[in-house]
């Protein structure tokens, strides 16, 4: 939490707030398990409105509506959060008429008037959650309906009115209550209320030390220890900026005391943050949106993103360990360093909850629950174990964070439901898919290439769940059209979504590292996309050979998971210039290697053969080398 916030929010407004996220997880709680608790149990969209008013509410009074206001909390924030849950609450108690006398097409006139509120409510929201980019792709794509009929070619559609734009929008079920809501509704919230549990009962702490007792004593130990603990967090947390501002605080001044420059550091941080997004079990909020779009369960989803990123992290592994050997840097004091063994005993309830959580979600496919059951058993164990045992201040803590990070996600996507509803209503998603498809022909390296680089560009200015969320609508059909797997082709679109997170201009995850090392943000910046090179190449691997997301014969998955990792450790001794066995190498060494991981690359059992016997030339030439430069120094001395 910010200093800013909690001088805007002091007193009876907290109260509020924390009041907003407790009433708004007892609703989820009852709606996720059906309790039915003093009669209460909404049914349709009635559930979603509901939560929108009280996150939204919650939204408006936490992040202010200009600079001027993040110390203190003026009274039309009060006026504006108190018309976002007024107006959701008649919305929800009028759910079940909407839905059977279609007000999406004919309302009462109040009832339009209520819409075009929570429409004007929700493009505030998303203003000050989201910023003023996700704000101009929300209005631009949200009010395309009122002039679809007078763009040309494809782009065209039967034009909307006002009212029957801001009906569609508010009342129907394909925008500001779509899929994004209902994934936010229905399972994205139990997993926030996991992660905060798991922070408030020192979660993190286990994790750093796990970290630190497994790679600390290696060489250039503290930045594998960043590598690691920014993965389990950055997995929980589901944001690599929030990451950063925790784990970085403790890992960024570890690594400049054993020897890594300032903006080394930084990087190895905003990578290792941004692609804990990506990693299992719990990954980030657009995990969930991406099962609900393809129609599988979130375990599938789990599973496939689980050998890439375990790709990613073990190339920034490699790669910190090379740059270790060739600057010579060792490892963290053994005084620094906790056993595994007391780290384990100790942080059992983390594991066990963890356990449970992934248990529920590939076993018994209890995707809703299986969240709050792990909280359940975290907590439980928190009020018996002294080592755990919570504060009044840190339960209340625990709806703040709850209503806050919620209360963003919701402002968020419910103005991306915008941009979903404005394309759906007009059709012109399909169209923009077909006429890709078209201009493409049956090239799919263009039609990656083309995805790449939309897919980059937009994540410059959006979330990487607002990003996802607008390419699978127009890009996604269009890869899955030319032959591509379905869910590789929507893993390929995220990747390179997030990729903007490390690469300039942009490079909000660098910058921010950037901040709390006192670094250069343009240096860290290029420091991070050296260290991030596998990102830009991994999306290919996987789209191209689906047994990289587990997809195909056992065989075939190990084969490729083999040939994935050599390719990625010759690209890590590329970019680092160290070669194990050999030493350091130069350029021309460098670029060489590059050869064999190209080939590898390839998903083809020639070009893979033609790698390794590339590889095996490297060696033999890297040895020669090093052979006859010893030589001629022997001879010198």
Avoid at 159 to 172: D, P
Avoid at 376 to 387: C, E, H, K, S
Avoid at 422 to 434: K, P, Q
Avoid at 499 to 525: D, E, F, K, M, W
Wanted: charged fraction near 10%; aromatic fraction near 10%; hydrophobic fraction near 55%.
């Amino acid at each position: 939490m910010s200093n800013s916030s909690q001088e805007r929010l002091e007193g009876s407004a907290r109260w509020i707030v924390m009041g907003l996220g407790a009433v708004g997880l007892l609703m989820t709680i009852n709606q996720t398990f059906a309790l039915k608790l003093l009669g209460f149990y909404p049914i349709g969209n009635a559930f979603i409105y509901y939560l929108i008013g009280l996150f939204l509410s919650a939204a408006l009074l936490i992040f202010p509506a200009r600079k001027a206001d993040t110390e203190r909390l003026p009274w039309y924030d009060w006026v504006l959060a108190g018309a976002a849950l007024g107006g959701a609450i008649y919305l929800g108690l009028n759910g079940l008429r909407m839905t059977q006398q279609g007000w999406e097409y004919f309302a009462p006139l109040e009832a339009t008037l209520v819409a075009t509120m929570m429409l004007l409510l929700v493009l505030e929201g998303v203003r000050r959650c989201g910023g003023w980019a996700i704000f101009a792709v929300a209005l631009l794509f949200g009010l395309y309906p009122l002039y679809a009929g007078h763009m040309p070619g494809f782009l065209w559609s039967n034009g909307f009115g006002w009212g029957e734009t801001i009906r569609a929008h508010v009342m129907g079920a394909e925008s500001i209550v779509g899929v994004p809501m209902q994934v936010v509704a229905n399972l994205i919230i139990g997993f926030v209320v996991f992660g905060i549990a798991l922070t408030i009962t020192g979660g993190g702490e286990f994790f750093m030390n796990f970290a630190t007792a497994l790679m600390g004593r290696s060489r250039g130990g503290p930045a594998k220890v960043a590598v690691v603990s920014s993965a389990f967090m950055g997995s929980l947390s589901g944001s690599a900026v929030s990451n950063i501002l925790t784990t970085g605080t403790i890992t960024i001044p570890a690594m400049k005391r054993s020897g890594y420059s300032r903006e080394y550091a930084a990087a190895v941080e905003a990578c290792a943050s941004t692609g804990g997004t990506l990693m299992p079990p719990v990954m980030g909020a657009v995990a969930f949106i991406m099962a609900s779009f393809l129609g599988v369960s979130y375990g599938e989803v789990m599973l496939a993103a689980l050998l890439p990123a375990v790709l990613f992290y073990l190339a920034l592994l490699l790669q910190v360990d090379n740059y270790a050997a060739r600057k010579g840097l060792m490892g963290m004091p053994a005084k620094d360093i906790p056993r595994v063994r007391d780290t384990l005993l100790s942080g059992w309830p983390y594991l066990l909850s963890l356990g449970v959580l992934i248990y529920m979600l590939l076993v018994m496919r209890l995707e809703s629950q299986a969240p709050y059951y792990a909280t359940l058993i975290l907590l439980a164990i928190a009020l018996v174990r002294r080592q755990q045992r919570l504060r009044i201040s840190q339960l209340l803590d625990f709806f703040y964070q709850l209503a806050h990070g919620v209360g963003s996600l919701v402002a968020v996507l419910a103005g991306i439901g915008l941009v979903v509803g404005g394309l759906s209503y007009t059709g012109v998603a399909g169209a923009f898919s077909r006429e890709l498809l078209l201009y493409a022909g049956d090239s799919i390296p263009l039609m990656l290439a083309a995805g790449a680089i939309t897919s980059f560009i937009l994540g410059m200015g959006m979330t990487v769940s607002a990003c996802y969320i607008f390419l699978s609508i127009l890009l996604a059909p269009a890869l899955v059209g030319a032959g591509l797997n379905p869910l590789a082709s929507h893993l390929f679109i995220l990747y390179w979504g997030m990729l903007s997170y490390i690469t300039p201009p942009v490079a909000l995850a660098a910058i921010t590292a950037a901040g709390v090392a006192g670094a250069n943000s343009t240096r860290t910046s290029l420091h991070a996309v050296r260290l991030g090179a596998v990102l830009f190449v991994l999306p290919f691997l996987f789209v191209l050979n689906p047994s990289l997301i587990l997809q195909g014969p056992l065989l075939s998955v190990m084969a490729s998971a083999f040939t994935a990792m050599t390719a990625i450790w010759l690209v890590a001794a590329a970019m680092e210039g160290y070669l194990y066995r050999i030493g350091s190498v130069g350029v021309r060494m460098r670029c060489a290697l590059l050869v064999p991981a190209a080939l590898m690359i390839y998903p083809e059992w020639i070009s893979d053969l033609l790698g390794f016997l590339a590889l095996a030339v490297c060696y033999l030439m890297a040895m020669l080398h090093t052979t006859k430069r010893a030589d001629i120094t022997k001879c010198s001395t």
